[in-house]
């Protein structure tokens, strides 16, 4: 694959984005030094990333390039005008530029939670709020937080991420780019991402992890859709419903999971006899869910990257894994429902309305925002499941 050095217009967008981010950090770093060390990490790690990232044309011209990566950068291309045209998604630089990062996760997200209960723990940021994940673009890193949050009695889980958004605020200087760690995606998964990482663009609630995860998910579930009907292949539909139907089933089976571990966690807080029993009741609900999942997996159809996904993620679930999983399903019913009254109302505005009223929900102080939240559907309704990637701990 050749490998060329950023256009003067890139490298001096990056200059200038090195530049903004060390003044950021000087101010950071006022917060202490090992906050200093990670904001540098993030900022090297981006600007490797935005370094490798070259325009599709570029891509596509280079004779270099696989005929079968050329595919998969026309079909991006594809998904990406769809999500502008027919979604009313933002129309900017993001995703229309491709890095191999040589790896198999663009960053790690570390996640953690008490040993009783699955609400995660948070770190706070400048510009993203209070979030319920902390993101190493090496894996080593990631690793060694889980343990220092461990030595504090926290549960952990390390899990690969193959994307992620800077909410659209580098889309100047060349945007969030498509990744090797996700472009070999089968279409309508490849759809699913795309569509949920510009949905972060248009609206971002600063430390509302579950509102912005469950929005998010809710435009992606529902732009798919909306292009399997309209714009996919018959294969692309027929490979979309086997992996739905295996997400689905792994999906009511974490949600199930989710509702005994919360029921114990919550007896043990009321009842000191309840809580001498916490351990034994809470590895019998994992190993139950252990069980139930190797009855599901017998009955799948997937790749074998896929699979074995799946079965560390499993193997290794816990308080901090179930809790990440919460995050991006617990308000989806409530998204679906508020786009359903804009698609009833207005069709042909549907999707501006939709944002618009999630953009006013944003607005509200937490409390109306989730008796609002609420009141459009059940929290407790089903929802999907985060996608789980080949990594851990």
Known sequence: MTVCDPSPKTALAIRVVLRIWLLSLLVWGLCGCS????YWQSVSGHVQLMRAARPIPDWLADPAT?????????????????????????????????????????????????????????????????????????LADARAEAARLRQQGLETHVYG?????????????????????????????????????????????????SFN??????????????????????????????????????????????TRLEAVYARARQDDGARSELAQQKAQVMTDFRQRYAQLREHWQIDA????????????????AFGALAAYDALVPAFESLYEQQQVQEPAQAWPRF????????????AERQRRLQALAPVSSPGPETPIHPAGD
């Open 35 to 38: 906050h200093l060390g990670y």
């Open 305 to 320: 990257k896929r699979q074995a996904g799946y079965d560390q993620w499993v193997a290794n679930a816990n308080n901090a």
């Open 355 to 366: 944002y618009e009223a999630v953009r006013q929900l944003a607005r509200l102080p937490e």
């Open 66 to 138: 696989p005929p079968l990566l050329k595919t998969r950068l026309a079909s991006a291309q594809t998904l990406r005008d769809y999500a502008v045209r027919e979604l009313s998604l933002p129309d900017n630089a993001s995703y229309r530029r491709y890095a191999d990062l040589h790896r198999g996760a663009a960053v790690w997200n570390v996640t953690a939670a008490p040993p009783d209960a699955l609400t995660l723990h948070t770190w706070c940021f400048p510009i993203t709020g209070c979030i319920g994940y902390r993101g190493y673009f090496d």
């Open 213 to 258: 995860e469950s929005f998010a998910t809710a435009v992606e579930l529902i732009g798919v859709r909306q292009w399997l009907a309209q714009a996919a292949s018959p294969q692309a539909r027929q490979e979309y419903a086997r992996s739905d139907a295996q997400r689905l089933g792994f999906r009511d089976l974490t949600r199930a999971t989710r």
């Open 161 to 209: 991420v193959p994307a992620y958004s800077t909410l659209g605020w580098l889309n100047w200087a060349g945007g969030d780019p498509l990744l090797n760690t996700f472009i070999h995606y089968p279409e309508g998964e490849l759809a699913r991402l795309i569509f949920h990482e510009l949905a972060h663009q248009v609206v971002y609630l600063d430390g509302d992890t």
